[in-house]
């Protein structure tokens, strides 16, 4: 199959911290412009709160800038995760991080967060987060439970519309056949994670986009540092136009509804990749390039065309 993408295409949500650089190469060779990174779960439990900050500063800072030396537009979302909620010590100190971070360049929303375990402290710091999100105008990036996944995705929208939150600034993530109408049923934004050998395959995508079609359905990889794949949208992609979906509706599933979702944060406009600038691999940040010795950095002309084309 043929990864390309005919068209551009964003990746709303894929942990870039924990890929490589052939991971961006790849990416950016099959058409993805633009990527969302939601802050997360590192996989081990962290027990300061200067490990969160650091990690913030991370992923609108360094994150960004390896990202823009393969030609794709970074950006992410900021929050404290449902699982690491419940040691709530260090949750509180982290809340007192997350007004400092959230309307940093760069940052298109508040997440992800939600329920895990659907737990009493899940639900205090989900609903904290809902209202700074609301304070500051931002779009909200909710993690729905692997377990128990209806209830825990009905509750996350209960509990959005409690708070005064407007639907259309909601994203909920993670969805799957069970909880697909409910969401759109809603007014909320329908977001589908392909992962390898569970959530949700990219055949099981395309019976859904048959079914419920393309508006307010947005996919993403996920990609993280567990088995999964960077490749998931441009492949899921590939299929859908192979399955005889049209490519006006394949393109908003996998490039316009995430841009009018999360350009609702006044952070992500079109032009950002659109006149993007040439790729310059002999920039460094804080004294940090991509390269190793002896390596020759990429240059591109200031014409040199960032579209899909392959040489």
């Not at 994670?193 to 419920?212: A, C, D, F, L, S």
């Not at 136009?241 to 944060?265: H, T």
Request: hydrophobic letters at 35%; proline letters at 6%; glycine letters at 8%.
């Amino acid at each position: 199959m043929n990864t390309t993408s005919p068209f551009p295409l964003i990746d709303p949500h894929v942990h870039m911290t924990s890929r490589t650089t052939d991971d961006y190469e790849a990416m950016r060779r099959a058409g993805i412009v633009a990527i969302i990174e939601p802050a997360f779960w590192m996989g081990q439990p962290r027990t300061e709160a200067g490990t969160f900050k650091d990690y913030y500063s991370h992923l609108i800072g360094f994150e960004r800038f390896r990202s823009s030396q393969f030609g794709i537009k970074h950006y992410c979302t900021i929050g404290l995760n449902s699982k690491e909620a419940n040691n709530e010590p260090l949750a509180e100190q982290v809340m007192e991080l997350l007004p400092l971070y959230v309307a940093k360049e760069g940052v298109v929303g508040v997440g992800e967060i939600g329920y895990d375990d659907q737990t009493a402290a899940e639900d205090k710091y989900y609903r904290l987060q809902l209202e700074i999100a609301k304070e500051v105008n931002l779009p909200v990036q909710i993690h729905t439970p692997h377990r128990d996944k209806k209830k825990g995705t009905l509750r996350s929208m209960e509990v959005a519309l409690e708070h005064g939150i407007d639907p259309g600034m909601v994203i909920v993530d993670h969805n799957n056949e069970e909880t697909v109408k409910d969401v759109l049923d809603r007014g909320f934004w329908a977001a589908f994670t392909i992962y390898p050998h569970t959530k949700m395959g990219n055949e099981r995508m395309v019976e859904i986009v048959k079914q419920y079609g393309p508006e307010r359905i947005m996919i993403n990889s996920a990609a993280d540092w567990g088995i999964s794949d960077p490749l998931a949208v441009p492949k899921t992609v590939a299929l859908m136009l192979e399955r005889g979906i049209p490519e006006d509706q394949v393109r908003l599933v996998s490039y316009g509804n995430a841009l009018a979702a999360f350009g609702q944060s006044g952070q992500m406009p079109e032009s950002d990749w659109l006149e993007a600038q040439p790729i310059d691999q002999s920039q460094k940040f804080s004294g940090s390039s991509i390269l190793r010795g002896g390596q020759t950095p990429r240059i591109d002309e200031a014409n040199t065309p960032t579209s899909n084309i392959i040489r």
